[in-house]
């Protein structure tokens, strides 16, 4: 664990007196030494509670080099100047953060920055992962991060079965610590007698409809999970119920806590990096296209004549293509008129534009070949991308208004049973806007792989990212429970792991 103490200068201040006997030399004394307090709160045995966010997860994996620069075990390190006791991580195996289930292949290894001929490009690390899901840790952990879990899912008992995991009902990471087949992350955390806790859950409850370009259903007003698919939004009041279940549990010895609120995942490098309109074109190729789909123009002309569709829905949909500019890929759209009773060719295809969000993992076909014997096959011109590649802006407003829901019940849960608040969804919204200024003159930002601020998969913050959000929640627990905890220095953790 790194700590960051506050550095006092000593200065150094010869002051020559004269006198009737001899010279003196006097020298100011130092400053008392800064004190660490714990305010009214009592950190001896903190536990952190939530998903990959609260791990450690990084470059599309967990790993021992990433677990240790987690925002929770960098709290720790602060908590230890004031009594705080042991911080117990269940630890990956090794660096590598790919994991086997008896035997078998089950989660990838980490990203790295390639360099290859088409310039940087983030590719999982070579190597065999030495982690084993069916080998269980033994003893608690006050790390309870546990990546891929939804809110209602830490309720869940069971959700640490390693015969689970095979079956799809069960979570890896948690197999691998919990405490028995039957044992659910609230439970092992509850029994710990936590005298602190974090909790930070329910970005997975709509980022994994964002991330896979709507291709969930959003369930508001459905709060059965039992009805739900992995991917699809949770019902707020579901979410609610779940997360003020954990409060209720985790509060009912006197622990004391810090809860944040959710960020606007649009404002992630997953959907700020690849552009609407990737694909340059010369005359030749975009006379091709037009071409070929001059046809599927004309369809939708007859559909207007027949007032199938009106002139604004005849603009989205028809294709075109321009020489020498960046040009829009051709996409499905499952929001657009069904055309195909009228004429079976008229699919829902539209071009992107400004409005819409390109996921990270889209720019690593578009423009490729989707056959290779057929070099007229090209993703995103005359193969449209499927709906899970793009963020749409009817699926951009169902994540905003569950986002917003959400948000308002994490900061009520907050205040009802008297946590510190961590604003997170302002916090990362800055940093995507303007940058976080570090004390060296260099500045955070979002920007992908470059930025500092987030790692090699788009979606989880890079060490130094990490380290922002912890200093957020420090001064959150200041504020809180007047303590003065010193945070950490994010020049102490890497913007980017380069191997």
Partial sequence: MKKFFALIPVLGLLLTACSDDDD????????????????????????????????????????????????????????????????????????????TLNGNAL?????????????????????????????KLTGTFNNMGVPGAKSYELLAEGYGSVVGVAGGTANPYFARFSSSETASVLGDAAAQSATFFSLWIGSNDILLYATNGGSGVDRTGNANPLDYGRNDITDP???????????????????????????????????????????????????????????????????????????????????TFTAGVPNPVVILDEDLTDLTAINPALVNLRQTTAEDLMTLTSGSFIGTLANPDDPTSVNGLAVPLGDQWVLTPEEQEAVATALAAYNQTIEGLATQFDLAFVDANSLLADLNANG?????????????????????DGVHPAPRGYAILANAFIDAINTKYGSNLPGVNPLDFTGLYID
């Fill in 237 to 319: 009041g579901l979410l609610g119920n779940a997360i003020g279940g954990i409060l209720q549990t985790m509060t009912a010895n006197g622990a004391e806590g810090v809860i944040a609120n959710l960020p606007d995942v649009t404002d992630i490098p997953f959907f700020t990096t690849v552009p609407f309109n990737p694909v340059p074109l010369d005359e030749a190729t975009a006379a091709s296209l037009n071409a070929a789909y001059a046809a599927y123009n004309g369809g939708l002309q007859l559909a207007f004549g027949g007032n199938a569709i009106d002139a604004d829905e005849l603009a989205a949909r028809t294709i």
């Fill in 107 to 135: 989660l990838p290894n980490r990203f790295f920055l390639a360099f290859t001929p088409d310039g940087p490009t983030p590719t999982a690390v070579p190597g065999n992962g030495t982690t084993e899901i069916s080998t």
């Fill in 436 to 456: 976080i200024p570090l004390a060296d003159g260099s500045t955070v930002t979002s920007t992908f792989a470059t930025g500092g601020g987030f790692s090699l």
């Fill in 24 to 99: 003196a030399t006097t020298t100011t004394p130092e400053p008392d030494p800064i004190v660490f307090t714990a305010g009214s709160a009592n950190f001896s045995n903190y536990v952190a509670i939530g998903n990959s966010l609260t791990a450690g997860f990084s470059d599309n994996a967990l790993f021992i080099a990433g677990q240790e620069a987690s925002f929770p075990n960098m709290l720790a390190s602060n908590f230890e100047l004031v009594g705080g006791g042991t911080f117990s991580i269940p630890f990956m195996a090794d660096n590598l953060g790919g994991a």
